[in-house]
């Protein structure tokens, strides 16, 4: 860190814990220099995000999970109706359902219930 005042060298003043700002002191001319620092905002936990899956056992089961699945995401922004009847026109038996975030998982999880549909959330790293 360069002194604003005289160019000196100015170094962080310890001891110090990571902070929102941090203290720099010029060892020439002692000007002090506060600086802000991102410890606090990195050392926040990421938001978490889970991948919603449905399993059918054979296709009579998934045309009967397909409606639930409709009536469960309708009201969910970030589900694909498309992408779902592409599974299920491939035959896919293990549908890929998009990515939610913690209260949309709690929204989905309500709605599930109410239709007796069980889904599979897998947190992502
Ligand atoms: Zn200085």
């Known amino acids: ?66 409606l639930k699945v409709a009536r469960v995401f309708a009201r969910i922004s970030g589900f694909s109706l498309t992408s779902l009847d592409e599974q299920f026109a491939q035959g896919t038996l293990v549908w890929d359902l998009g990515l939610y975030s913690d209260s949309e998982k709690h929204e989905i999880v309500e709605a599930s219930k109410a239709v007796g549909l069980n889904i599979e959330f897998q947190q992502q790293e």
């Open 1 to 66: 860190m360069i002194c604003e005042k005289c160019s000196g060298d100015a170094a962080r003043v310890e001891p110090q814990a990571p902070a929102a700002m941090e203290l720099y002191r010029c060892q020439k001319c002692g000007h002090e220099i506060w600086v802000r620092t991102h410890y606090v905002q990195s050392a926040l936990p990421r938001a978490a995000v889970y991948a919603a899956v449905v399993r059918a056992q054979d296709t009579a089961d998934a045309k009967k999970l397909r």
